[in-house]
């Protein structure tokens, strides 16, 4: 079992930038690849970024494409969205997963088979 905890959310005006933090319970000997997600309210949850572990290789939803950035830190086991130029419609939860996933794959949600707890991000305009 790997247990995945979310932070760095809050409240920032349009324009501004958050960088949430994703630490996982144990190493990626557990899992391949891990993800942030959003989920609005009224709407399903969609992929914002993914990043394969063993290697660095990242991809970038188009919708937030040149804005967001994911990386990580292996040593600590964690993972990071850098968000910049905040727009109000990115304002969701989100959610950290992790699991043995294919690039193909990364923006399925049953692909995962960890999650976290998910963290609140409200851009106000």
């Known amino acids: 079992q790997v247990q995945l905890v979310e932070s760095g959310g809050g409240s920032v005006q349009a324009g501004g930038s958050l960088r949430l933090s994703c630490a996982a319970s144990?190493?990626?000997?557990?899992?391949?690849?891990m993800s942030w997600f959003r989920q609005a309210p009224g709407k399903q949850r969609e992929g914002v970024a993914t990043?394969?572990?063993?290697?660095?290789?990242?991809f970038v939803a188009d919708s937030v494409k040149d804005r967001f950035t994911i990386s990580q830190d292996n040593a600590r086991n964690t993972v990071y969205l850098q968000m910049n130029s905040l727009k109000p419609e990115d304002t969701a939860m989100y959610y950290c997963a992790a699991g043995y996933v294919s690039l193909g794959r990364w923006s399925q949600t049953g692909a995962y088979w960890y999650w976290g707890q998910g963290t609140q991000v409200t851009v106000s305009s």
């Open positions: 144990r190493n990626s000997d557990y899992y391949n690849r």
């Open positions: 990043i394969l572990t063993g290697n660095g290789s990242t």
